[in-house]
């Protein structure tokens, strides 16, 4: 596979439900990021990570922990949520956050809905 | 302040250019401008960015004002596929923005056949 893949693309999930959702980039990329989609809103910034570290935490709850294991994978481990999560949750790489050049591969997004 | 101004949609008929406004009125000097759009159903995919010059990729092409202050996007020929949301940012070079693509309303395209 190339680019940037996520998976699942839908997931249903009760409140009480425990979940992941997964990223993976093929592209040698050292930054990766999740997004937040919700209906008619822009795309939120949630979290950054440079070469493995976390380096931005855009205020979001708790009850989303990303994980970073390496330079390809990037998780989002979801918990006790509230149907207002419902939304697109996107994943996308750079080459590097610091990079003047910062194109950012985007994958098709997971598309999670809380009952 | 990252904010960009874009009208809200835009429509065109498909083989006839397009141009795409974006105002950034409070620029910094290091801040550069980007554009992406979004395909229905699927992620944003990056078009072009550029810093004081005009620039052409295979994609499109982007002439940004003097002052820097506002941009243009320019689909030559619109195709169909070309209808989507795009948006207008600018990427940070430093301060509180550093790193980050804030993300607007953006224009939704729509291309006529």
């Known amino acids: 596979e190339t680019g940037v893949t996520q998976t699942p693309r839908h997931l249903v999930m009760g409140m009480t439900n425990k979940k992941s959702l997964k990223c993976e980039q093929h592209l040698g990329h050292n930054a990766m990021y999740w997004y937040k989609q919700s209906a008619k809103k822009p795309l939120e910034l949630m979290f950054v990570y440079n070469f493995k570290e976390q380096t931005e935490n855009n205020s979001v709850p708790s009850r989303f922990s990303p994980e970073c294991p390496n330079s390809s994978h990037l998780f989002l481990h979801l918990h006790t949520l509230q149907p207002e999560d419902s939304a697109l949750y996107l994943c996308?790489?750079?080459?590097?956050?610091?990079?003047?050049?910062?194109?950012?591969?985007f994958g098709p997004g997971t598309r999670l809905t809380v009952l | 302040d990252a904010k960009t101004t874009q009208p809200n949609s835009m429509e065109s008929n498909e083989e006839e250019p397009v141009h795409l406004p974006c105002n950034h009125s409070t620029i910094s000097g290091t801040d550069y401008i980007h554009w992406y759009r979004q395909l229905p159903s699927q992620g944003p995919e990056y078009v072009i960015h550029g810093l004081t010059s005009n620039v052409n990729n295979r994609m499109a092409s982007l002439a940004i004002a003097e002052d820097r202050k506002s941009s243009t996007l320019i689909l030559h020929r619109a195709t169909l596929r070309d209808a989507a949301v795009y948006y207008c940012?600018?990427?940070?070079?430093?301060?509180?923005?550093?790193?980050?693509?804030?993300f607007g309303q953006g224009t939704i395209l729509t291309v006529h056949p």
């Open positions: 996308a790489s750079s080459q590097d956050r610091d990079s003047r050049y910062n194109e950012q591969f």
């Open positions: 940012i600018r990427y940070g070079a430093g301060g509180t923005s550093y790193g980050k693509l804030t």
